[in-house]
């Protein structure tokens, strides 16, 4: 007899994002296993949702699920949450705080969940709570417990402004606040030797074996053994998957000796002699199976381990080469030896990029024990910090190019490493590698949608200082596009001043040029748009580069065209757009390029031309979708609105006119404040409710604001609802 059958209806698969709400669950269709108790707790206490008292009614809105480390906390919060999402209109948002380093780091990686762009300077948690206010969404921080001051601190400021918010944290400790609720995770349940039924933690097992492809069947001969395993592993998930891992290099026989004679009385040593109060056994528990496949690993394997644990967030093998090779791990083994601990369950592969790797926060702990152990923490932290050092100069110097958008992806899937390997470069000593860092990083940061990391680290940089040289112009530079974007005038003045006063002392007239994209910035800013055409404007013209100056003599011609357009010379801005658009597509950029292509449909919408408008729209949006670029998206969306408004499909046009407020609605301020652009947008609205009636505008409108970010702007792209 065979319990297979009995396996597979033990467990069951769903993907966790509704595609129709907000929100960024990640998809998972792997298997789940038991917890149908702690569900069906969790179903009740994360909803319905009650339009007066906010999601779940008068109950707690602080839930945390607690537990030791393995034990399946995220699992659990990630299932119940995708259950939920239904429950709140305004999404359900995954904040995952394991790879923050700094203390001062949470709020700001809470807004990056959200995709919150918040173009303000004052503080984050401030914008974050105002924008939150008439929200109904659930958060969930997850790993909360090497953060706890600053976790509790940000929620407790939600939960008072935002009564429509939910938080479920998971933590190995509580987050301590008034009015939180616990569910304790426990392990899932060892079976007896006679029962008729595996048990969860059997059925968990023998799914990890069966991905190991040793062959293995849960059946009347196994089941023993497993059972045994199970107990003595008391039914941590995590100690399940990496024991099950070795049949792939031992048998079943084999790996229960190990475990119920080797290991037990490894358990009963850390009983005698180790267990001085500080946690739970159930922690020694996990903490001894992990160093038990640890033992089990080749010393290479080992070493690879430990040096891994450096890495923030996700790394590839790339990265894992340059960094973790070295001495008696050859860089040419390394990506073998990554291979055999993803077949150990210590290294996990990303699901959709097979290129990338992560470590569990648990796993990731005990390497880095043992990296301290072998004295080697800050020569591998270094070699961090060096990589993603230059990682951040190549990707300057080949920004503007066709690998724009390439590039833009990797600074994304690498902000975690990025940031910190900048603070390791902040501690130490020598300013002058901070700064190279800062000015080539705060560039990235700035065109893929960080400008607040790239605020907060060049302002450190920048508070000290610093001899004048490219490095300086660049940080420079940097920080004043991040203070154009945040419409903060008197620090794009204060910066262009500075940017141009560095350039002029290098003398070089291609960073002088560049320099002045700070300074025509703030002039066009203020309404000075002659003195910034002028200032913007190169003669003869320059040659594009492909480095950062490059993008800033793009950009030049950027400012050009809206000098123009503000003006009201539709011809010359007609005309400079055409110039800049060439420009962008003989480099191969398309952050300026999308701008332009926005500029163009807006000049076909004032000549009545709407396909032509429509045309040059879905290039913009294209463009500023693949840059992570919330506030060119917002601009463009407005102008098909308008372009719809005026010539085209009016129902379109007011599902637009609600996609678009629902992007304003991340950045924090409406239109940016123009009362130009805001007034557009009121006369937009009458014209749109005149030709439809207020109740079918209203129901369009509505249509477009519940649809999640991609889901509008694939119909903003496609007109498919």
Known sequence: MSWNDNVHKDVHSEVHNDVHRPGNLPADSRVFVGRLKELAHLDDELGPVDDELGPGGDRGRLLTLLGVGGVGKTRLALRAAGRASKTYAD???????????????????????LRLADRSTGSVTDALCSWAQDKKLLLVLDSCEHLLPECAALVADLLITAPGVRILATSRERLGLPGEQVLEVEPLPVGAPDSRRPADSETLFAQRATRADSGFVLDERTRRQVGDICRVLDGIPLALELAAARLATHGLAELHALLTDRLRSRFDLLATE???????PRHWTLRTTIGWSHELCAPLERLLWARLSVFAGTFTTGAATWVCGGGPLDADEVRDLLLRLVQQSVVLRDPVDPDRFRLLDTIREYGADWLRELDEEEAVRLRHRDHY????????????????????????????????????????????????????VGFLWRHCGMPRDAQIRLDRVLAEEHEPGPDLLLAVWSRG??????????????????CTDVARELGDPAMIRAAAYVTGGYLALVGRLTEAADALTCDPPPLIGMDWRGAALVMNSLGVVYSHLYRGDHEKAREAARVTRASSVQCGERWARAFVDAILAQLDVARGDTDAARRNCREALAGHRSLHNTLGLAFTLDILAEAEATGGDGRFAARVQGVSQRIWDLLGRAQMDSPQQLDARRTRERTLRARLGDEAYEQAYEEGAAMSYDEGLDHALTGEV
């Open 91 to 113: 999404g359900v948002w995954l904040v995952e705080l394991s790879a923050l380093r700094a203390r001062d780091q949470v709020p700001l990686a809470v807004m990056e969940a």
């Open 274 to 280: 180790e267990r001085t109060g500080e946690g739970p």
């Open 389 to 440: 050092r230059r990682f951040a100069r190549e990707a300057c110097s080949d920004w503007n190019t066709s690998r724009q958008v390439a590039w833009c992806d990797r600074v994304v899937a690498e902000h975690a490493n990025l940031r910190a390997a900048m603070d390791c470069a902040l501690a130490e000593p020598d300013s002058r590698l901070a700064l190279e860092m800062a000015g080539s």
């Open 481 to 498: 596009a991040v203070a154009m974007n945040q419409g903060d005038l008197a620090m794009v003045r204060a910066w262009g001043e500075q």
